[in-house]
């Protein structure tokens, strides 16, 4: 249905920066918009930020606002996120969503594979 390519995760120290990438790519018809969620040990996963592909509007979690800026590419159906001034509370498998309307399917949400983020000193 949706193939993922996500890349960029690995370990940073407190305070550096990090940039994720995710394309996706299948018999996709429409995009209606793309995010990236995190999941850290012990704990539920959780929206990160999110681009409607329609107008770029986004949404931040609270904890990351004013560190991670969320952008994409509609012509490569490509969502990436550039993140700054890391905490280690930031630590987590961040994963890759685009709500989509594939061929053969309704709308529906579709998850990447996951990359890990480590910040660490």
């Known amino acids: 249905q949706v193939q993922f390519v996500e890349s960029g995760g690995g370990l940073v120290q407190p305070g550096g920066s990090l940039g994720l990438s995710c394309a996706a790519s299948g018999s996709i018809l429409s995009m209606y918009d793309m995010g990236w969620y995190r999941q850290a040990p012990g704990k539920q996963r959780e929206l990160v930020a999110v681009i409607i592909t329609s107008g770029g509007s986004t949404n931040y979690a609270d904890s990351v606002k004013g560190r991670f800026t969320i952008s994409k590419d509609n012509a490569k159906n490509t969502v990436y996120l550039r993140m700054n001034s890391l905490k280690p509370e930031d630590t987590a498998v961040y994963y890759c969503?685009?709500?989509?309307?594939?061929?053969?399917?309704?709308?529906?949400?579709?998850w990447g594979q996951g990359t890990q983020v480590t910040v660490s000193s």
């Open positions: 969503y685009v709500d989509a309307l594939v061929s053969g399917y309704s709308p529906r949400g579709y």
